[in-house]
């Protein structure tokens, strides 16, 4: 191995094999960037795309991979984590079903991926050669003119979120990190929102920018004041319009 490389990603624990039409159809309409395919590029799309599982303990890909693939999430839930030069990894985000990823900017000027995609459970992933990516692209000018939209709202969501980290409370950040699963992945009951997504309190330390001890001192008031019930991994949201509130900074937990 180079020296300095970092290992390639472990294989996925099925061979890629290739889905069910059927099936896929109906997928690409819930996936950005695909869903305007029509006719004979759509069609180009489904015969380019191929099916892998991954689970615990795999790596869909790695820090210092080169970036061969756009990955689709169609099952389970993934993080991507950026690690230091003393070993430590910072979860950057959490991707849900029908999300797009790839390190869009590694892929796009063909450098090595930046941080590692990881699998939080049993997890369904559609990949399709960046190549094959490319020329669908040179084909439909109305998919371009998705892409360029698309990376200025990833843009826009990293300016805002270095805006939150360099100003926002702790608190703020928390509040700002529970509404937003909420609305990509909760799912409503009798007694509130319930988020389907399992994190431990490293993992919400490190997307909002402070230490483990913090949030668990955080998740404490807000339970006591009943915003939210439940554990790390099984979160229930008891209040989301006093959440919200918090997050912009118009309470105090």
Known sequence: MESGR?????????????????????????????????????????EELTES??????????????????HILQEGTVKCVKSTADGKECTLKMLMPGDLFCCDAAAFDGTAHPGSAQPMGDVRILRMRKKAYFEMLRRSPEAALEVIKYLGSRLHEAQEKAKILALDRADQRLAAL??????????????GIKLGIRLTRQDMANMVGTTTE???RIM??????????????????????????????????
Do not use: C, M
Request: glycine fraction near 6%; hydrophobic fraction near 35%.
């Open 6 to 46: 970092a290992p390639l990603s472990r294989q996925p624990s099925k061979s890629p094999s290739k889905p069910a039409d059927s099936a896929l159809q109906s997928r690409l309409e819930k996936i950005p960037l695909l869903n305007i395919l029509r006719g004979p590029d759509r069609q180009r799309v489904l």
């Open 53 to 70: 599982r991954y689970g615990i303990g795999d790596f869909i890909f790695r820090e210092g991979d080169p970036t061969e693939y756009f």
């Open 178 to 191: 529970l509404v937003d699963l909420a609305a990509r992945n909760g799912t409503s009951d009798a007694h």
């Open 214 to 216: 913090t949030v668990i």
């Open 220 to 253: 404490s008031r807000f339970k006591r004041n009943h915003l939210v019930t439940g554990t790390a991994n099984r979160i229930l949201i008891r209040d989301l319009p006093k959440l919200k509130a918090l997050a912009a900074g118009l309470l105090s937990s």
